[in-house]
């Protein structure tokens, strides 16, 4: 097998978008894993649309990525806007869900880091009741200290998991990943925000019908009142795309 992960793979303002179907979701993941080296996927929202089209170091770490999955209707009204596809959006704890799902199918392993320690314990009960088979070979909390992150990243490296889940707490959130990429060996890693929380049921996710409609933003900006100002940059994105439509070939 080459290097080369058949999926179709769009551009949106500059930044890559992959189209993964749901049942090609199953294949897909099995042949990054046949590949032998180290796989990020990316949750994109609007939000970090807009950060990867002006961060250099964020902007690297979604153009690098394995695979960059649209979490907001924006993201796929954008692409249908400009280029008539019709993009996947996928709610990120079904997505987790159906990794999970797929790892376990075969008895595959991950490590979980991050999130506060009784809440990483009570994520890893939930996660080994419902997906028995998956094995989990490590776990830690998020809040490390920096002397300790050499032996963390060792730890990882050693336990070789299929998919390392990394969660709130981690300082650098998606950054560390990004940073420590080479070091952590192979397989599949993924930021999954406060899952953790949710696995742990501590939070709820958005409803079916709450993120079908894209309303899944007016709860996440209650529960963070500054969210409400991003109202702002989705305009800006808005005008983007009405500019790349006029006049960008």
């Keep these: 097998m080459g290097d080369e992960v058949t999926r179709e793979r769009v551009n949106l303002l500059k930044v890559p978008i992959d189209i993964v179907a749901p049942d090609q979701l199953v294949s897909l993941v099995y042949e990054l894993l046949a590949l032998g080296k180290e796989q990020n996927i990316v949750l994109l929202s609007l939000w970090d649309l807009l950060r990867a089209r002006r961060s250099g170091e964020y902007r690297s770490y979604v153009l690098n990525a394995a695979l960059v999955i649209p979490i907001s209707k924006s993201i796929v009204s954008g692409i249908r806007f400009l280029s ?24 595959f392993s991950s490590y979980l880091l991050g999130g506060k320690k009784h809440i990483l314990l009570k994520t890893e009960k939930n996660i080994r009741q419902t997906f028995p088979r998956l094995r989990i070979v490590g776990r830690f909390p998020g809040a490390f200290k920096r002397q300790e992150e050499a032996t963390i990243i060792e730890a990882i490296r050693k336990a070789a998991p299929s998919l390392l889940l990394v969660g709130k707490g981690v300082r650098g959130e998606e950054r560390w990943i990004a940073k420590n990429s080479a070091a952590l060996g192979k397989g599949l890693r993924l930021w999954c925000s406060d899952l953790f929380d949710v696995f742990a ?22 529960q963070n009142p500054s969210k409400f100002f991003r109202i702002f940059p ?16």
């Design 201 to 222: 049921e501590r939070k709820k996710h958005p409803s079916r019908t709450t993120f079908d409609h894209g309303l899944e933003w007016i709860g996440y900006s209650f």
């Design 84 to 107: 008539g596809r019709k993009a996947v959006r996928y709610m990120p704890f079904d997505f987790v869900i159906n990794i999970l799902t797929i790892l376990e199918s075969r008895e």
């Design 234 to 249: 989705y305009v800006y994105y808005n005008l983007l795309l009405v500019i790349y439509k006029l006049f960008v070939k």
